[in-house]
């Protein structure tokens, strides 16, 4: 195979102008960072690959030479020798003794190379961390987000997210996670919109269509027998409901507010995402409730063993 490779936009560059405004404040004890170390070390698979034109030799690498190479190119680090020769970068003190954000590239990078069957232990490992050293930041997809509740993390944020990781919700997964992202930067306009886009484009991938407004979409859904487990004098309060992401993007989000424009601390974008995937949570439900699960695999038949010779198994006689 070829040498793995990711795109990806690491925590320092998304909210460079957040940490250069001071937005941002990170705070990492020496006892987290080396237990996020001995993680990394814990979990540091090999990688194998073969360069294109030599596909005959093997190279050996692992997750974390991978994640330092790609570190060094995203943020622009990389040293050369008068040879031309890359200088690699010390990954334990970039850990131990560099920028938080930076460790936090790392962590992100790390995530993407690791496999992805490896991928939750590996994010759950590095959150135990965090909880453990009463570190208010969490791994969620792949992203660090800051955490201001373990109640809104754990059921409605994560599960949210998880969800919304089918195919078809892509385009939904893609906006609510920009949404957290936003409102760690302190954008809590942009924060609100991408919080009510995400809902829209749920409420279209239920319904397989690329367009609408968001009333007829929730009022479509209830067409659909989407709320048919709701009385039907019921549905219209529910309609109204879903819509409350919308609302407030109308009312809030965006720039274009002209001289009524005002400043909007962050526990509005935080209402905003938290209203998102509590309704994205819902939506995805009642998309499953409506889904028929997929029918089994028949099984093979196969010939059964002739008893003739019950010793066929293991003739050795212990005596």
Known sequence: MNRPTIRHRPFSLRHAKAIHAGRIQIDLSADLRRRIWSTLQDRNEPIYYSEPDNPGWINNSSILEEAEATLGRLLGLDEYDENGRRQPHDLHLLLTRGEAS??????????????????????????????????????????????????????????????????????????????????????TRDAITYAAHSVESTAKAMLGTNSGVATDLFRQLGAAGFLDDLPAS????????????????????????????IDLPRPYGELAVHLAAAINHFLVTQLLRKTPAPEPEPEIATTPRSTSRPYDINDDIPF
């Open 102 to 187: 930076a460790v936090f590239d790392l962590l992100e990078i790390t995530f993407a190379y690791a496999d992805p069957g490896a991928r939750p232990e590996l994010q759950l490992a590095l959150n135990d961390s965090f909880v453990d050293f009463a570190c208010p930041w969490r791994l969620s997809d792949g992203m660090i987000f800051r955490m201001d509740s373990q109640f809104l993390e754990t059921e409605v944020l994560e599960r949210a997210t998880d969800l919304l990781g089918a195919p078809e919700l892509g385009g939904a997964q893609a906006e609510f996670l920009t949404a957290r992202d936003k409102l760690t930067d302190g954008s």
């Open 234 to 261: 019921k549905r219209a309060v529910l309609t109204k409901a879903l819509n409350a992401v919308g609302l407030l993007r109308n009312e809030l989000g965006g720039h274009g507010q002209g001289a009524s424009v």
